[in-house]
């Protein structure tokens, strides 16, 4: 976008202030997170994405998570809030270390990253995942 207004800015510098934006928004993510860890409900999702390692300038395959909370559906009056992290591989201690403390329903799919948080435990729910087929036969 800037360089079509004839700015030039250096990629490194671009991701030097990326990150000092993301320090300075930590304090915001880190309370969205303290809030959702107290709602009844979760529903969490990942997608596969390369991310660039720090130092190095490799990208590895790492994941974006997002995390949801919302009832109004349920007749909740509680706002609906959400957060993502990114992690740089997709083992369940990511899971494990941003849901700490919570204790309500998560809703995810089969993901066995997943299973560390279910077990022991009864409520967590699971979602349909795939291609939708055509309930009608076409031989009729």
Not at 68 to 92: H, K, L
């Amino acid at each position: 976008m800037m360089a079509a207004k004839g700015v030039d800015i250096e990629r490194s510098t671009l991701a030097r202030s990326a990150g000092y934006a993301a320090a300075l928004l930590d304090p915001i993510y880190n309370r969205l997170r303290e809030i959702g860890r107290t709602r009844t409900k979760l529903y969490t999702d990942d997608t596969r994405l390369p991310i660039l390692a720090p130092s190095t300038g490799t990208t590895h395959k790492g994941a974006l998570w997002i995390y949801v909370a919302d009832d109004r559906n349920s007749g909740s009056q509680e706002p609906p809030i959400a957060w993502y992290r990114a992690t740089m591989g997709r083992a369940g201690e990511s899971v494990m270390s941003e849901l700490a403390g919570f204790a309500g329903t998560l809703q995810a799919d089969g993901f066995t990253g997943y299973n560390q948080i279910y077990r022991g435990r009864g409520d967590h729910a699971s979602c349909v995942r795939g291609k939708p087929v055509n309930g009608r036969s076409e031989d009729h």
